[in-house]
């Protein structure tokens, strides 16, 4: 990482071993930092991070996917919170993985945000057999019992 060789230095020798997820914490706040221009002159550039990321983003290395994603775009600010628009000057591949997680960024930044629908739940008589198929082939059977558990609901029918 640009910019992050001392901090990467010093999160080795404090973990005794390498923890991305807790490592991209610091590169989030640093980043961050960076863009509001409260950073350390001397420290990371946000742009050159951000261009470093979107470069490892469209290389598709799964690990390096994972850590970007869950542990640096999930971890950027909110609206209403410091350093919030630096999602803007996300690159294409990472701006796809960012509305991913907050689809309603790319409403919002469109300026069309709108009220979420709300769906009645349909009742088990209008489910069609197609409908139903499918959503108990999801389940598995118990050895035993022949019944089926449901891995969203956790429990036997």
Same mark, same amino acid.
């Given at each position: 990482m640009?910019g992050?060789?001392?901090?990467?230095?010093?999160?080795?020798?404090?973990?005794?071993?390498?923890?991305?997820?807790?490592?991209?914490?610091?590169?989030?706040?640093?980043?961050?930092?960076?863009?509001?221009?409260?950073?350390?002159?001397?420290?990371?550039?946000?742009?050159?991070?951000?261009?470093?990321?979107?470069?490892?983003?469209?290389?598709?290395?799964?690990?390096?996917?994972?850590?970007?994603?869950?542990?640096?775009?999930?971890? +950027?600010?909110?609206?209403?919170?410091?350093?919030?628009?630096?999602?803007?000057h996300?690159?294409?591949?990472?701006?796809?993985?960012?509305?991913?997680?907050?689809?309603?960024?790319?409403?919002?930044?469109?300026?069309?945000?709108?009220?979420?629908?709300? +769906?009645?739940?349909?009742?088990?008589?209008?489910?069609?057999?197609?409908?139903?198929?499918?959503?108990?082939?999801?389940?598995?059977?118990?050895?035993?019992s022949?019944?089926?558990?449901?891995?969203?609901?956790?429990?036997?029918?």
């Open positions: 640009p992050f060789e001392d901090a990467y230095e010093c999160h080795v020798f404090n973990e005794h071993e390498v923890l991305p997820h807790l490592f991209f914490w610091d590169v989030v706040q640093d980043t961050v930092r960076s863009y509001l221009g409260e950073g350390d002159p001397d420290g990371p550039d946000w742009r050159r991070v951000l261009a470093f990321l979107e470069e490892e983003t469209r290389r598709c290395a799964p690990g390096a996917i994972e850590v970007i994603v869950t542990s640096f775009l999930y971890d +950027l600010p909110y609206k209403g919170e410091p350093g919030y628009g630096i999602e803007a996300l690159g294409p591949a990472m701006k796809e993985r960012y509305l991913q997680l907050r689809p309603w960024y790319g409403a919002e930044a469109a300026g069309a945000i709108r009220k979420p629908k709300v +769906l009645a739940a349909a009742p088990a008589s209008a489910w069609g057999p197609e409908a139903l198929e499918r959503f108990t082939s999801k389940c598995r059977s118990s050895p035993r022949g019944r089926r558990r449901c891995p969203r609901r956790r429990r036997w029918r």
